[in-house]
């Protein structure tokens, strides 16, 4: 079992930062490829971006390339969004997952666990 717990988000004007973090308990952090999702209301939830149990490599959706930037610290259990150049249509909950089949998947089934989501809003 893992347990994610995220900090973050809120309300920034387009163009503005803002950083994710999520926390991870339990089993061995670095067992774990983790991931960002979001999910915008009336939509289905969409990959944001994802990187590999070392942080060597990331992988990231077009829509954000460029401007997002995923991270992690194995040794504090945690996994970071930095997001920059926010736009409105950024809006959306975003979540983080844990994937322990190892490979940087863009599709949601794949992952095991879940953070309880946190509300991002870009005003115009």
């Known amino acids: 079992q893992v347990v994610l717990v995220q900090s973050g988000g809120g309300l920034v004007q387009a163009g503005g930062s803002l950083r994710l973090s999520c926390a991870a308990s339990?089993?061995?952090?670095?067992?774990?490829?983790m991931g960002w999702f979001r999910q915008a209301p009336g939509k289905e939830r969409e990959f944001v971006a994802a990187?590999?149990?070392?942080?060597?490599?990331?992988s990231y959706a077009d829509f954000v390339k460029g401007r997002f930037t995923i991270s992690r610290d194995n040794a504090k259990n945690t996994v970071f969004l930095q997001m920059d150049s926010l736009k409105p249509e950024d809006t959306a909950v975003y979540y983080c997952?844990?994937?322990?089949?190892?490979?940087?998947?863009?599709?949601?089934?794949?992952?095991?666990?879940w953070g309880q989501g946190t509300q991002v809003t870009v005003s115009s």
């Open positions: 997952a844990a994937n322990s089949a190892l490979i940087m998947s863009t599709r949601a089934h794949v992952y095991d666990y």
């Open positions: 339990g089993r061995t952090f670095s067992n774990y490829v």
């Open positions: 990187i590999n149990r070392s942080g060597g490599s990331t």
